[in-house]
């Protein structure tokens, strides 16, 4: 009866761990379809995840956070647009990070965008929201920034 119950236990707890996980994209095709099918708009957040110190800030000071982590899964799609330096990344995903860098002229990390896309004939059309990069003051400041990005453009 007690192993029912630890059992029990276990997975009512790793059920809620779940809930507060984010899915964080790195297919374009598959985040804008999402995207569109939630009516959310997409948050493109460029990172050098393996070298970028402000990059690495933003995601353990911001991104972990339940705050953010709360908003986020109400009010986008997230996508993650990495520039790796020491980490291994398939050339398809390269190529497309590359393109969609080039299109809004990010030249600095942590660059993140607000946009709604379209997918017509394999090409995307964006249109941009906003962007916002490293907010200082946790997630409560981030998520501040990022809804009046969100809240001026709807």
């Excluded at 790195?26 to 995207?35: L, Q």
């Excluded at 957040?45 to 393996?50: E, K, Q, R, V």
């Excluded at 995903?93 to 004939?121: C, D, H, M």
């Amino acid at each position: 009866m007690k192993a029912k119950i630890v059992i029990a236990l276990f997975l009512l707890v790793a059920s809620f761990s779940n809930a507060q996980e984010l899915v964080w994209h790195t297919d374009a095709n598959k985040a804008i379809t999402e995207s569109n099918k939630s009516k959310k708009p997409l948050m493109l957040f460029f990172t050098g995840s393996d070298w970028c110190g402000w990059c690495i800030r933003l995601q353990q000071e911001v991104f972990t956070q339940p705050d953010f982590k709360k908003w986020a899964k109400d009010n986008v799609v997230l996508l993650e647009l990495d520039f790796p330096r020491r980490t291994a990344q398939d050339d398809k995903l390269k190529i497309q990070n590359a393109q969609i860098l080039q299109v809004f002229g990010v030249r600095g990390y942590p660059t993140i965008w607000f946009v709604n896309a379209q997918l017509e004939n394999e090409k995307i059309n964006f249109s941009q929201l906003g962007s916002v990069g490293y907010v200082a003051g946790g997630p409560e400041k981030w998520v501040e920034s990022a809804k009046t990005i969100l809240a001026n453009k709807k």
